[in-house]
């Protein structure tokens, strides 16, 4: 069985591994002061976090629509898929899967639509898990294995400049509720099953940066890594350089380092850092 996978622009898989494994992409819509843009195509990540201190109101994100969706699966179908897996952002941070679901219902039991559980590079390596496994084994129920095995074994632990952006976007609540409601400490977080978790917060960037290395080297020996950041490249940088100085021996020949989209910053706002882990 010939299987496509598809996911969203918030998985933020490097474009050359899209290719590689053909892995379609459904862009999610990015609205600043306004106007609307299409997530990596209207719109680059650099340019969103340029402006996002200057937006007038708080950007806002809204998924692809049912046709956006329907468009992927064809695609896919031409091309000989057999059936198609659709991994995305966990379902309680957003209706993009509710929404997928709706454009699956056209295709009579050939669309299986994934919660993934997380965001980012913890979505990006369910759907990358998907297609490797694809390719070897022709084989839908060994896919879907496959990714139950990845979301098992997958970590995802950011720390946030400030928490004054999840504070607009109304997802804070219960965060700030555990961290004392001080909007100008630095919180590090980790995503489980799409809720947000609070482990704990610090003071200075300094202090989270520790934090941050101390979390990725507890994680043992990995398959796979991502350091990703808020247009914060060089926090990322010394992340990565602290854990390659302290345990090479536990990371993984290839290293993904992402800039996250825009429609994770628009939540998380700039200068924050994360990593995305599944291991061995």
């Given at each position: 069985?010939?299987?496509?996978?598809?996911?969203?622009?918030?998985?933020?898989l490097p474009a050359?591994?899209?290719?590689?494994h053909?892995?379609?992409?459904?862009?999610?819509?990015?609205?600043l002061?306004?106007?609307e843009?299409v997530?990596?195509?209207?719109i680059?990540?650099?340019?969103f976090?340029?402006r996002?201190?200057t937006?007038?109101?708080?950007?806002?994100?809204?998924?692809p629509?049912?046709v956006?969706?329907?468009?992927?699966?064809?695609a896919l179908f031409?091309?000989?898929?057999?059936?198609?897996?659709?991994?995305?952002?966990?379902?309680t941070?957003?209706t993009?899967l509710?929404?997928?679901?709706?454009?699956?219902?056209?295709?009579?039991g050939?669309v299986?639509?994934?919660?993934?559980g997380?965001?980012?590079l913890?979505?990006?390596f369910?759907?990358?898990a998907?297609a490797?496994t694809?390719?070897?084994t022709?084989?839908?129920?060994a896919t879907l294995?496959?990714?139950q095995?990845t979301?098992?074994?997958?970590?995802?632990?950011a720390?946030?400049?400030?928490?004054?952006y999840?504070?607009?976007?109304?997802?804070?609540p219960?965060?700030?509720?555990?961290l004392g409601g001080?909007l100008?400490?630095?919180?590090?977080?980790e995503l489980?099953e799409?809720?947000?978790?609070p482990?704990?917060?610090v003071?200075?960037?300094?202090?989270?940066?520790?934090?941050m290395?101390?979390l990725l080297?507890q994680?043992?020996?990995?398959?796979?890594l991502?350091i990703?950041h808020t247009?914060?490249?060089?926090?990322?940088?010394?992340l990565?350089d602290?854990a390659?100085?302290?345990?090479p021996?536990?990371?993984?020949?290839e290293i993904?380092?992402?800039?996250?989209?825009?429609v994770i910053?628009t939540?998380?706002g700039?200068?924050?850092?994360g990593?995305?882990t599944?291991r061995?």
């Open positions: 069985m010939k299987i496509g996978i598809v996911t969203d622009s918030t998985a933020d050359w591994l899209l290719e590689e053909r892995i379609r992409v459904v862009p999610v819509i990015i609205v002061d306004g106007k843009y997530d990596g195509i209207t680059t990540r650099e340019e976090y340029n996002l201190p937006l007038k109101n708080s950007p806002t994100t809204a998924a629509s049912i956006d969706f329907a468009t992927a699966y064809d031409s091309e000989g898929c057999e059936h198609v897996l659709s991994i995305h952002i966990a379902g941070l957003t993009m509710n929404v997928a679901r709706q454009a699956a219902k056209e295709f009579d050939k299986t639509c994934v919660d993934s997380s965001l980012s913890g979505i990006g369910q759907a990358l998907a490797e694809a390719d070897a022709h084989d839908l129920q294995d496959a990714i095995s979301r098992k074994r997958l970590q995802v632990t720390s946030l400049d400030t928490m004054e999840l504070r607009r976007g109304g997802r804070v219960a965060v700030v509720a555990r001080m100008s400490i630095k919180p590090v977080v489980i799409g809720v947000v978790k482990l704990g917060a003071r200075t960037t300094h202090q989270a940066d520790e934090r290395l101390d080297l994680q043992g020996d990995l398959e796979r991502a990703m247009n914060a490249e060089r926090r990322a940088r010394l990565l602290g390659m100085a302290r345990n021996k536990a990371m993984p020949r993904l380092f992402s800039n996250v989209t825009a910053g939540h998380l700039p200068n924050g850092v990593f995305a599944v061995k």
